[in-house]
């Protein structure tokens, strides 16, 4: 009987910190990416995170291909991957994880 609990509460509350940030931010988050990106330190970051989300995408795919889904099943999760690094791929641990609990016990 395992559940994604730990991917929930994760996702919870890495997006419930998101949406405050981004209210409280006095810039529009392209704004913000062109600051990250225009020094060489935190660009290091960026790239660094970017590149995990890389790896995060290419691994759902081939979850999802293992599973008998199509690539249209992980494009939104790509989508917002790409937009809120980890939102995606947590999202789709939880979804996924709680689908398949839920069909195991058919």
Not at 3 to 29: C, D, K, N
Request: net charge positive.
């Amino acid at each position: 009987m395992h559940r994604p609990w730990i991917a929930l509460v994760g996702l919870l509350a890495f997006a419930l910190y998101t949406v405050i940030t981004m209210l409280m931010a006095e810039q529009s988050l392209m704004a913000f990416g062109r600051e990250l990106m225009a020094r060489p330190d935190t660009a290091q970051v960026v790239i660094d995170l970017y590149l995990m989300a890389l790896m995060a995408c290419v691994w759902m795919y081939r979850d999802a291909r293992a599973r008998g889904k199509s690539l249209a099943s992980v494009l939104p999760y790509w989508l917002i991957t790409a937009v809120f690094v980890s939102v995606g791929p947590l999202l789709y641990l939880v979804v996924n994880g709680f689908r398949r609990c839920s069909g195991s016990r058919r």
